[in-house]
């Protein structure tokens, strides 16, 4: 069962987001199993979605976030099956993972 935890916001920092690898350090547990993903709903909107949860200890944020320009969401997620809590974006969270590391990189 998740846990929403809005000790999680403390990864949600745009200099904190792109300025590390992932999986993160849990904020709540200290595991390195913390994933994030960002979702661009609208083309034409900065605002969109964000996740951030801990498969370890099971703490999560979802929230509205202001999603920076060049971020592009990951092509493999159904956006209808995404809701508050991160049941769905858990199966994807490798392939989260290395999406957003490789948006770092870019």
Same mark, same amino acid.
């Given at each position: 069962m998740w846990n929403e935890n809005d000790t999680m916001l403390n990864v949600m920092d745009e200099n904190i987001?792109?300025?590390?690898?992932?999986p993160l350090v849990c904020p709540v547990c200290n595991a390195s199993s $913390?994933? !994030?993903? !960002?979702? &661009?709903?609208n083309p034409e909107d900065s605002m969109g979605a964000a996740?951030?949860? %801990?498969?370890? %200890?099971?703490s999560y944020v979802h929230t509205?976030? &202001?999603?920076?320009s060049n971020w592009v969401n990951l092509n493999t997620l159904d956006e209808d099956? !995404?809701?508050? $809590?991160?049941?769905? !974006?858990e199966q994807s969270a490798d392939g989260i993972d290395n999406h957003i590391n490789n948006m770092v990189s870019i």
């Open positions: 987001i792109f300025a590390n690898k992932y $913390t994933h !994030l993903y !960002l979702h &661009r709903f996740w951030v949860w %801990c498969s370890h %200890c099971k509205q976030f &202001r999603i920076p099956m !995404l809701e508050s $809590t991160p049941d769905y !974006l």
